[in-house]
């Protein structure tokens, strides 16, 4: 037991700093400028040039560099590709054949730098447009994985971006752009676009995204791309962009809003594109708590006017009598004493305005026909 006990302690002296050194080393701060290189060649031309790479540690690193093609993805990122000859001609876009760099590693000093020189060299053949490839640097030689993709997670790109000089085209269009909801309650909202590249070159868009209020009032101004090396779109590939757009709050905020999207895009001739989108900025908590009360007295009032009404109308009915009960169509009808006049034609028989007695005499005569008789025997005789 004191013998595997010793054993096991000894393994953990001797190889304790070995993976102590592995985890320092794959946190190794390293450094490579310049990120971007953006050049226009003529075909059969060749060009050198070095990047420059910084060792911010306090001991010796050793780096390679190698190169590698790649291409974009929807999101903006980048996908690098192994060495596939199938590939490099089927595409007419990668540039690893064209650039040459020294596989040997490099040793630098502790907080020191050193130049890492390649060289570019265009076929006479080359098509015009856009070319793309990339010089990795790390602490790692590249692991080449299967399939297309190439580790590097270890390892710092330095993008080149090479226009061939000819018949170049540059031509671009806004595939979409709205936001993420028509209906926000809080005074904000993510505003997204996909730009499409049909030409034969790179391109990047540059512009601005402006939101107006319902008053037609600019609110926000979002910049896209400005002042920027980055965000360029490679031939025949499309990326989108997505910004946050954060408003002010308030009743005389809400309402219908508009999202106005201006791009400029070109280094041949200065082409432009236009979107517009619409969304809506409704608070309903805001809206509840002062509608609420307000809905609440109208009805309060309409039920109060109604009552009103119709205690006006009762009071009328009474007061002209239109309330009166109906004699029966059975009970005897007595014949009065003075002659019921007819009015003008298409109006009632003249009566007494404070006694309906008269109306319901004469609907009684109506229905009884010996009634009527009578009725005008006695009218005849009291003229004679």
């Known amino acids: 037991m004191r013998k595997l006990t010793a054993t096991i302690i000894y393994l953990c002296l001797v190889f304790t700093p070995f993976f102590c050194a592995c985890a320092q080393a794959d946190k190794m701060a390293l450094t490579v400028s310049p990120p971007l290189v953006k050049i226009n060649m003529e075909p059969g031309e060749r060009w050198s040039s070095a990047l420059k790479v910084v060792n911010n540690n306090e001991q010796?690193?050793?780096?390679?560099?190698?190169?590698?093609?790649?291409?974009?993805?929807?999101?903006?990122?980048?996908?690098?590709?192994?060495?596939?000859?199938?590939?490099?001609?089927?595409?007419?876009?990668?540039?690893?054949?064209?650039?040459t760099v020294s596989g040997d590693p490099f040793e630098i000093p502790p907080m020191q730098?050193?130049?890492?020189?390649?060289?570019?060299?265009?076929?006479?053949?080359?098509?015009?447009?856009?070319?793309?490839?990339?010089?990795?640097?790390?602490?790692?030689?590249?692991?080449?994985?299967?399939?297309?993709?190439?580790?590097?997670?270890?390892?710092?790109s330095t993008l080149i971006?090479?226009?061939?000089?000819?018949?170049?085209?540059?031509?671009?269009?806004?595939?979409?752009?709205?936001?993420?909801q028509r209906l926000y309650q809080n005074p904000n909202a993510s505003l997204g676009f996909k730009f499409e590249n049909i030409g034969n070159s790179?391109?990047?868009?540059?512009?601005?995204?402006?939101?107006?209020?319902?008053?037609?009032?600019?609110v926000g101004n979002i910049s896209i791309n400005k002042g920027s090396d980055f965000g360029h779109v490679l031939p025949k590939s499309s990326r989108?962009?997505?910004?946050?757009?954060?408003?002010?709050?308030?009743?005389?905020?809400?309402?219908?809003?508009?999202?106005?999207l201006v791009l400029s895009y070109g280094d041949e001739a200065k082409q432009s594109d236009l979107r517009t989108a619409f969304f809506w900025f409704i608070n309903f908590k805001t809206v509840g708590m002062i509608a609420g009360p307000i809905i609440l007295a109208l009805i309060l009032l309409i039920v109060f006017i109604r009552f009103h009404v119709r205690?006006?109308?009762?009071?009328t009915q009474r007061?002209?009598?239109?309330?009166?009960?109906?004699?029966?169509?059975?009970?005897?009808?007595?014949?009065?004493?003075?002659?019921?006049?007819?009015?003008p034609a298409g109006e009632s028989p003249l009566t007494d305005p404070k006694s309906a007695v008269?109306?319901?005499?004469?609907?009684?005569?109506?229905?009884?026909?010996?009634?009527?008789?009578?009725?005008?025997?006695?009218?005849?005789k009291d003229c004679q």
């Open 358 to 380: 008269p109306l319901a005499r004469t609907d009684a005569l109506k229905r009884n026909p010996a009634k009527k008789e009578l009725k005008k025997r006695v009218i005849k």
């Open 60 to 99: 010796v690193l050793r780096v390679y560099a190698s190169v590698v093609d790649f291409k974009s993805k929807d999101d903006g990122g980048l996908e690098f590709l192994a060495d596939d000859p199938s590939a490099a001609a089927t595409s007419t876009f990668l540039t690893s054949k064209w650039i």
């Open 319 to 343: 007061e002209l009598g239109l309330l009166a009960q109906k004699v029966p169509a059975s009970a005897p009808a007595e014949v009065s004493d003075f002659p019921v006049l007819a009015g």
């Open 202 to 218: 790179h391109l990047l868009p540059q512009g601005d995204i402006k939101v107006f209020d319902p008053y037609n009032n600019e």
């Open 240 to 260: 989108r962009w997505n910004f946050d757009w954060q408003g002010e709050g308030g009743l005389t905020k809400m309402g219908k809003y508009k999202a106005v």
């Open 113 to 156: 730098s050193i130049e890492i020189p390649f060289r570019i060299e265009v076929p006479t053949e080359a098509e015009p447009g856009g070319h793309y490839a990339a010089i990795m640097t790390g602490t790692k030689p590249q692991d080449k994985l299967s399939g297309s993709g190439v580790n590097v997670s270890s390892m710092i």
């Open 161 to 180: 971006l090479l226009k061939v000089k000819g018949e170049v085209i540059e031509k671009g269009r806004i595939l979409e752009f709205s936001s993420s």
């Open 311 to 315: 205690r006006a109308v009762l009071r």
